[in-house]
């Protein structure tokens, strides 16, 4: 530690540390653009120039390292000169077009400009010009002309999203900041740019022009979509979201947002939405009251359960849901006498139920994800999945840690994979044995259940690299926990992370795939879960939040289901398909309409209030259940408000001792790969993953929410007959959808990727499984 | 692709550097890619950008910070005047004036039968020899006179 004064303050700050971080200890404010904590310095603004005592001119604050007994000084002549100059040179080519600016309001070089410039500048001349580029749906540069050159946006692409689309071509004053020939900007992480442009250069497209900064007020909430629940500010003015920026988590978002979080807003207020309870009458539908509609839920659950049986009642929700919506609802469930619930609608292997020590979680904190040095990644979709885990992840390579990849794609996931392993579906949990028997062997551990098991070169590289670390992570994406096998997967990662004694953990599909789990929304021993009541089809179903053919393992099957049944009560806060099958649609409330916690997959529950007021007769899900409780004479459903519900549902001081990621399933003999014909390998592409992101307008226009197309192996392609571009018919079970082919050389052999959770594609039957594409002939395509 | 030639050249150049800083090279790759073909599109630079396995946008920087990359065609022969300081105080815009009038282009154009083209230069460090031009960017004329203009062109001419 050194010691250095700042503006007479002595501040004691890290050796390696500069004035900045300094000042920012001490609490004095430097202005400053082109400095950002969370990014390389650049020192190219100037703003933050400083007197330091001995040194003949101004310094730059942030570039400056701080020495033992440096006197600074942020107020004297020589910087407010310096400042005011700079100032008065920010100013020369910047439009002083505030009134119609997006981040007037909210704009640094407004507010510096305020407190540092000066009156008047001396500039008469004529200022540049920026020609405007498209650079895609979700950020706008029609204002470059606006742009100050501090280069955050180009840092953040470079650093943080590891993605470098935008960068500053040409020099001096026709330096631009562009895209490489008009292309898109198309990382997960773009919005940040947004927020991280001290000026009104890079604004939201879908937000501007829709309010000004003072009019909105901000309400805290969190991120309904991923796992990770990031925190979130929702902007709203008159009662609609207009906007949604991050609030700083340190050990959650850090600063960031995913352009998911942000933008998935738009389908809060998308035309879709339900306002009014209905009704099917002779296949008709009609708007009525809600004492009608639930009155006839009840009804028509209490007919079902008296004559049918209790257990031909189903629920299904989504991982999305609140824990007060999931506790409420197997609540009710349990109440009439159903053990038939379940939130986990993509998975498919159950085998691991009643075997679990507890709810599957990260197994860490996420920040601790930034100190580990090995990584093995089973089955995920990394970047896509989870962006700000991801973001962690490659942040940990940053510093040396190695990233050892097993999955059926092989992804570009922008950073260095020290080994990676890209196999069948049906050979993962093959792979995975071999690299235990190779870290066995490495460690000379015992091996039992997979002595006999040969270990190729991939298992053995990634074996090495585990062991050669200290502090590693054994993680399961979304592909491996939907996995057919899912339980195997589960029990090798286990015993491999055991091995090296490291962390073993799940990376959670949704912000609610904890919470559904300490919620209860998982069927006892008696109950049903998601796969056996969509197989065995029920005569009434409950859906919250659910798309049965978007949201489950086997579309197909759940149409089926849903088409059968006597009684659909669709749940939901938008009129989907439902339509066509359902016989009541409750609009319910989406996240910013309602209370509720989310759990997120490092067991941190996170309560947030209603943003704003639900829109027409929405109401949320949880008043919603609480009314059916009682008008089903289910005793204890009298709360009066959701925090009630919540600390019924969990003790929320010990989440920790809920979880345990133990799973007492006997590892089964490994046998040889014995699939037949071509494996499905299905995605849920990043804007398809759930209702609200669906209904998002401007993320559906970006490249990521481009119509699936199915990926095969080039030298496959070539084989069935088909070219790259070319329409195929692809057929699974009984239904057949025609989808452009495209190679991926990076898939395994005997492979089709075809994404699940879009409309094209949901008619296709289960994720996993077997997959027939043909090339059409003799018809037009 | 960037043709087997260049490619050749890059690879030499990539041994002066670390195996895992290929971007050093970009640089020459680029002057490379300008000395086969004339110019460098965008296309050369994405090219050069995935042969030496950096973002697009990097190497597009790069080509459009310095001022000897051709963005676009210059003819075969690239004429670049210094008008910086030490030029014009000797006469600098004379020469450009004679070589505008003498090809019928102006600044920053190509003659019609794509042979010549003339650029605006920055200083070249030869201010002793102002007023000065370059060749392709390769070989500089000093002391540029009318007569030695049109000494320089006759050779031209003949290639």
Known sequence: MINIEIDGKLVETERGSTVMDAARKAGVHIPHFCYHKKLSIAANCRMCLVEVEKAPKPLPACA?????????????????????????????????????????????????????????????????????KDVGALISTQEMTRCIQCTRCV??????????????????EHAEIMTFVNSTVDSELSGNMIDLCPVGALTSKP??????????????????????????????????????????????????????????????????????????????????EWQAALEYVANGLRQVANGAGADQVAALATPHSTLEELYLLQKLMRGIGSDNIDFRLRQSDFSADGKLAGAPWLGMSVADINSRDRFLIVGSFLRKDHPLLAHRIRQAVKKGAQANIVHSSDDNLLMKIANKAIVAPGDMVSLLAQILKALADEMQASTQGVENVVVGNEAAAIAKSLAGGERAAVLLGNFAQQHPQAAQIAVLAEKIAALCGVKFGYLGEAANSVGGYLAGAVPGAKGMNAAQMLSSPRKAYVLLNVEPELDCANPQQAMAAMQAADLVVAMSAFKHKAVDY??????????TETSGTFVNTEGHAQSFKGAVKPLGEARPAWKVLRVLGNLLDVDGFDYDTSEAVRDEAVDTTNILGALDNHLDVALQAVSGAATQGLQRVADVPIYATDVLVRRAASLQQTRDAATPCVAMRGDELKKLGVKSGDTVKVTQGNASVRLAACADDGLPAGVARVAAGHAATAELGAMFGTITVQPITGERA | MLSEQIQAQVDRELKKYPADQKQSAVMAALRFVQDEKGWISNDDMADVADYLGMPKMAVCEV?????????????????????????????????????????????????????????????????????????????????MSKEKIDKVFAELDKS
């Open chain 1, 64 to 132: 400056t390292p701080a020495a033992e007994g440096m006197k600074v000084k942020t107020h004297s002549e020589m910087a407010v000169k310096a400042q005011k100059g700079v100032m008065e040179f920010l100013l020369i080519n910047h439009p002083l077009d505030c009134p119609i600016c997006d981040q007037g309001g909210e704009c640094m070089l407004q507010d510096v400009a305020m407190g540092y410039g000066g009156v008047a500048s001396r500039y008469a001349e004529e200022k540049r010009e920026v020609q405007p």
């Open chain 1, 207 to 288: 937000f501007r022009y829709t309010a000004r900064n003072w009019e909105l007020s901000r309400r805290r909430s969190v991120s309904p979509h991923d796992g990770l629940g990031s925190n979130l500010a929702v902007h709203i003015k008159n009662n609609k979201v207009l906007r949604v920026t991050p609030v700083e988590n340190e050990d959650i978002n850090e600063c960031w947002i995913s352009d998911k979080d942000r933008f998935s807003y738009e389908g809060l207020n998308s035309a879709e939405r339900l306002t009014k309870p209905m009704i099917k009458q002779d296949g008709k539908w009609q708007e009525v």
């Open chain 2, 63 to 143: 080509a459009t910070f310095y001022h000897m990359y051709n963005l676009k065609p210059m003819g075969k022969h690239t004429i670049t005047v210094c008008t910086n300081l030490s030029c014009t105080l000797c006469g600098a815009l004379d020469t450009v004036a004679y070589i505008e009038s003498k090809l019928g282009i102006k600044m920053g154009e190509v003659t019609a039968d794509g042979k010549y083209g003339l650029r605006e230069g920055e200083c070249m460090g030869a201010c002793k020899d102002a007023p000065v031009l370059t060749l392709n960017n390769k070989k500089i004329c000093a002391r």
């Open chain 1, 155 to 172: 840092r953040f692409g470079q650093e943080v999203a590891d993605l470098m689309e935008l960068g500053m071509a040409f020099r001096t």
């Open chain 1, 582 to 591: 359902a016989d009541v649609l409750l609009p319910i409330a989406p996240f």
